[in-house]
C-alpha cells in the first residue's frame, strides 16, 4: 500500500513496476544507448542521492565541480533538469544547460550539498535499491521492456549483489554518446534556480 503525502508517497515505490517503468521509459527517449549499467546508475542516484560524492571530502567535491563547470561548453539543447526518482523527488541538474541558463556557480554548489546531507539522513536506502533492481529486472523478464536480454540483467543483478550494490560510473557506450555533466539536487530546491 503507499499513501500520498505532500507531493511524494510513503511506501516502497521502487516495487512498483509502473512507477519504475515511467522512470526508465522518460531516459530510454533521450538516452537511446543506455545499457544496463547506466540503469543502475539511475536506480543507485535515484535511491541514495548524492550523499557518496562528497567522499573524501567536502573541499574535494567543490574542487571537482569548479573544475568540470569551468571545462564544460554551454548545451542550449539539454533539459537544465531530469528526474531519477519515480515521484521525482532528486533530480539532475546538467552542467551544460545550466551554464546556457547563466545561473550562479555559488547557488549550484550550495544546492547540492544541502542535497548530499539530505541524502545522508535518509534511511532504507539498501533496500530499496535492491528493490528498484528486481523491479527492472521483472519488467525485462516479462518483456515490458524488450531492450535488455532478462539473462544479462540477471548476470549483472548477481554482481551487483556479490559486490554490495557499489556506486558505478556510466558505461563508455553513454560516456561517449551523451558526455554526461550533472549534479544530483533535491527537487525542492528547484524553485531557488530561476
Not at 152 to 178: G, I
Not at 181 to 190: I, P, S
Request: aromatic fraction near 14%.
Amino acid at each position: 500500500m503507499q499513501i500520498k503525502l505532500g507531493c511524494y508517497r510513503v511506501g516502497n515505490i521502487w516495487k512498483s513496476q509502473q512507477d519504475v517503468f515511467k522512470l526508465l521509459v522518460s531516459h530510454f527517449r533521450r538516452y537511446h544507448l543506455m545499457e544496463i549499467q547506466d540503469v543502475y546508475k539511475l536506480f543507485y542516484q535515484g535511491v541514495f542521492g548524492s550523499a557518496h560524492a562528497l567522499q573524501p571530502t567536502r573541499a574535494d567535491f567543490e574542487t571537482v565541480l569548479q573544475d568540470e563547470f569551468e571545462r564544460i561548453t554551454e548545451d542550449k539543447n539539454q533539459p537544465l533538469w531530469e528526474s531519477i526518482h519515480p515521484d521525482g523527488k532528486i533530480v539532475r541538474v546538467n552542467l551544460a544547460a545550466y551554464k546556457t541558463h547563466a545561473l550562479d556557480f555559488s547557488l549550484l554548489l550550495t544546492l547540492c550539498l544541502w542535497t548530499a546531507e539530505i541524502s545522508e539522513k535518509e534511511k532504507g536506502g539498501s533496500e530499496n535499491i535492491v528493490h528498484a533492481f528486481d523491479t527492472f529486472y521483472k519488467l525485462c523478464k516479462s518483456r515490458k521492456i524488450p531492450k535488455f536480454d532478462p539473462v544479462d540483467v540477471e548476470k549483472y543483478q548477481r554482481w551487483l549483489v556479490e559486490n554490495k550494490f557499489p556506486a558505478v560510473h556510466h558505461s563508455e557506450t553513454y560516456r561517449m554518446k551523451y558526455d554526461p555533466h550533472y549534479r544530483l539536487v533535491h527537487r525542492e530546491f528547484l524553485s531557488m534556480l530561476r
